[in-house]
Nanobody, 122 residues
């Protein structure tokens, strides 16, 4: 059973950095593709980044490319999102998700964490 728990969110000034973590207590995440999504108030949930189960394949939304890096440590059943050069428009609840599919569409992700708030002040 996959149980995803995000951590690492918080309040940061524009230009700052945060690292989000997504841990799976069910020890199954290592076998799944993973992604990060975010949802800002009044907006739909959007794709941020994804990583293949082995860690060799990654993709990013254009809005975060060059600023965010997704990675994973399968020995720790954990996926990370390193966020740098943060902007106020990055403010959102960030969700970790896992899937057997290789997809950017949230509907293909089977497992979701509870979300962690990231707030970027100007």
């Amino acid at each position: 059973q996959v149980q995803l728990v995000e951590s690492g969110g918080g309040l940061v000034q524009a230009g700052g950095s945060l690292r989000l973590s997504c841990a799976d207590s069910g020890r199954t995440l290592r076998n799944l593709n993973a992604g990060w999504f975010r949802q800002a108030p009044g907006k739909e949930r959007e794709f941020v980044a994804r990583i293949g189960w082995s860690g060799t394949s990654t993709d990013y939304a254009d809005s975060v490319k060059g600023r965010f890096v997704i990675s994973r440590d399968n020995a720790k059943n954990t996926v990370y999102l390193q966020m740098s050069s943060l902007k106020p428009e990055d403010t959102a609840v960030y969700y970790c998700a896992a899937a057997t599919n290789w997809a950017m569409d949230a509907k293909f992700y089977n497992y979701w964490g509870q979300g962690t708030q990231v707030s970027v002040s100007s």
